[in-house]
């Protein structure tokens, strides 16, 4: 067994490689890595600092179905409520879909929470900081889970 163990990076099937890519460095700022253009295996490796976070691999076709198994959303940690606003601001600018308006928090009285929206292809996904936002703030249902996506 690994001693320590972390995510990698994260692989994504999607329609459109340029549109998502795009659509990924723009709302969560990452650099362009490495690519291969080749039509027979296009994808891009987008990350910070020279390390993958995420490869984007253009080999389906339709929406993301959540009604089969594999990937239920992908989530992101920012470092403070403003990062996740400034995110959400970026995210009205292009004309994503969100599962809920504005930040949700995790559960009732929690103080952690984020934004839940789609990318292109319908891939669930999460921006949310650990802390700092108000514990007043209602959640989607009483008993929400750690996440907006039910």
């Given at each position: 067994?690994?001693?320590t163990?972390?995510t990698?990076h ?12 795009a ?12 690519e ?11 990350g ?6 995420l ?6 076709d339709?929406?993301?179905?959540t009604a089969?198994?594999?990937?239920h959303h ?39 929470g984020?934004?839940f929206?789609?990318d ?16 007043d ?14």
């Amino acid at each position: 067994m690994p001693s320590t163990l972390q995510t990698g990076h994260v692989g994504l099937n999607v329609t459109d490689l340029a549109r998502s890519t795009a659509f990924y460095r723009r709302v969560l700022g990452l650099d362009l890595v490495a690519e291969n253009q080749d039509p027979k295996r296009p994808f891009a490796f987008l990350g910070r600092h020279g390390a993958p976070v995420l490869t984007l691999w253009q080999q389906s076709d339709g929406d993301h179905d959540t009604a089969r198994p594999g990937l239920h959303h992908l989530s992101f940690r920012a470092e403070s409520l403003d990062e996740v606003r400034a995110a959400e601001e970026v995210l009205k600018e292009i004309g994503a879909e969100f599962a809920h308006e504005g930040v949700v928090p995790h559960a009732e009285g929690a103080t952690s929470g984020g934004i839940f929206f789609f990318d292109p292809d319908g891939i669930r996904l999460e921006i949310f900081t650990p802390s700092g936002v108000p514990a007043d703030a209602e959640a989607p249902t009483p008993a929400a889970p750690t996440c907006g996506f039910f």
